[in-house]
């Protein structure tokens, strides 16, 4: 059973940056076969994809973050990263990482409690 924690969330003025993180409690090769997704949820809305990174680093945006989030991992660390810049007020959200085995096209099958980001002035 794969448990993620994210952390990082929290209060951002508009054009601010936040670095979000989530740790998933693996053996270290078995987070290196994993790919990792960021989701979120706004109020009223659908959960949508943000950002995906498979075991071998290639990475995929939403159009509305693209050239402002960034997902990286430490694979060191078993930790994924979404590094967020210029953020907006419609950024707001519960942020969810997610986690699968392998690069298949499979549902991802842990999830993370999530982060609230909130940006507003």
């Known amino acids: 059973q794969v448990q993620l924690t994210e952390s990082g969330g929290g209060l951002v003025q508009p054009g601010g940056s936040l670095r979000l993180s989530c740790a998933a409690s693996?053996?270290?090769?078995?987070?290196?076969?994993?790919?990792m997704a960021w989701y979120r949820q706004a109020p009223g809305k659908q959960r949508e994809l943000v950002a995906t990174?498979?075991?071998?680093?290639?990475?995929n945006y939403a159009d509305s973050v693209k050239g402002r989030f960034t997902i990286s991992r430490d694979n060191a660390k078993n930790t994924v990263y979404l590094q967020m810049n210029n953020l907006k007020p419609e950024d707001t959200a519960v942020y969810y990482c997610?986690?699968?085995?392998?690069?298949?096209?499979?549902?991802?099958?842990?999830w993370g409690q999530g982060t609230q980001v909130t940006v507003s002035s």
């Open positions: 997610a986690s699968k085995l392998g690069d298949s096209k499979t549902e991802y099958d842990a």
């Open positions: 693996v053996s270290i090769l078995r987070f290196r076969a994993t790919a």
């Open positions: 990174i498979t075991s071998g680093y290639s990475t």
